[in-house]
């Protein structure tokens, strides 16, 4: 069966089958909106994903793109500091989508918002000519200002928590026909957001944050820019993993330490820290100066040809 033979209603009702309010939710699936109790300002963000240009379904499972989906969405509430509470996910697809396309897709969702700990509270479905899914959380600050990008100060120092460069090397496989080291390749398909991390940042007094998406060197620029200081990223902090060598050395020789500089799609913490306050889990990976918003690596400007993605970029 395909969706257009299921038809749109049938599709909500087994992709919302079951759920419920509870906790800070206090009306979810099933009316023209969800209400949700707040202990304090309401943080929200949108991340959309493209068939093609941020998934492709022969590299990934229905799941993987839900369970995609959503990580890469509750990364920036994490990177406020905020709690998330609620998710809103919107599926458009072609009717000639397999309905075991959709029920995979379901399934990736409600994983893994098991795993972030928020709850899909509504949506929306709709036909087009590939698959297009844009998430939306909603998430609870309680009571606490937000980390936004603007608050470094030299003195400070750079500390991150989570993976980096990991999905970049699972990009590099794919392209090339491979499937392993299947590490990197799930890494692609299902990033390891460090969930929880964003509150424990904000409560150990990280004044600026940001989830890498985009590459890591490209999310600090928006840090400095927006704090109006120099951040110095030392590449002797970094370890570079057996299966991020492996990569680079089949792809050619070049540097396993691009993936983790320019590599985006991981969506790991990076923080400002002062430098005894840096929480257990995270590492520390520079330093923040004075100075014109730059980026340096080692103490000098960056000499690689690309700092991270950029959509509509020729």
Not at 7 to 36: H, K, N, Q, W, Y
Not at 156 to 178: P, T, Y
Request: charged share 15%; hydrophobic share 50%; glycine share 14%.
């Amino acid at each position: 069966m395909t969706l257009g033979e299921l038809g749109e209603f049938a599709l909500i009702g087994r992709i919302t089958a079951g759920l419920g309010a509870s906790g800070p939710v206090v009306l979810g699936v099933g009316d023209d909106c969800a209400v949700l109790r707040l202990a304090g300002d309401l943080a929200v963000s949108t991340d959309t994903m493209v068939e093609n240009v941020h998934f492709r379904t022969d590299w990934s499972s229905a799941e993987d793109v839900g369970r995609k989906a959503v990580a890469a969405c509750v990364a920036d509430a994490e990177a406020m500091g905020a709690a998330p509470i609620g998710l809103v996910v919107s599926l458009a697809a072609p009717a000639t989508t397999p309905t075991e396309w959709a029920d995979g897709f379901a399934a990736g969702v409600r994983s893994e918002c098991a795993a972030a700990g928020v709850q899909l509270v509504g949506g929306d479905t709709t036909s087009a000519a590939q698959i297009v899914i844009t998430a939306t959380v909603l998430a609870d600050l309680a009571g606490q200002p937000a980390v936004t990008r603007a608050g470094a100060r030299a003195g400070q120092v750079l500390a991150v928590v989570g993976r980096l460069g990991w999905a970049a090397a699972g990009v590099a496989v794919l392209g090339r026909g491979f499937r392993s080291p299947r590490a990197v390749v799930l890494a692609h398909r299902v990033p390891e957001v460090p969930y929880g991390q964003g509150r424990v940042a904000a409560e150990a007094g990280a004044s600026a944050m940001i989830d890498v998406s985009d590459g890591l060197l490209a999310d600090l620029a928006h840090i400095a820019r927006a704090s109006g200081v120099v951040l110095d990223v030392d590449t002797g902090a970094f370890e570079i993993a057996e299966p991020q060598k492996a990569v680079a050395a089949a792809i050619g020789g070049g540097d396993p330490l691009l993936f983790q500089l320019t590599g985006g799609d991981d969506h790991a913490l990076v923080a400002a820290f002062d430098a005894s306050s840096v929480p257990a889990g995270w590492r520390v990976i520079g330093r923040v100066l004075a100075g014109e918003p730059d980026v340096l690596v080692d103490g000098a400007p960056w000499a690689g040809a690309a700092t991270g993605w950029r959509h509509f970029a020729k």
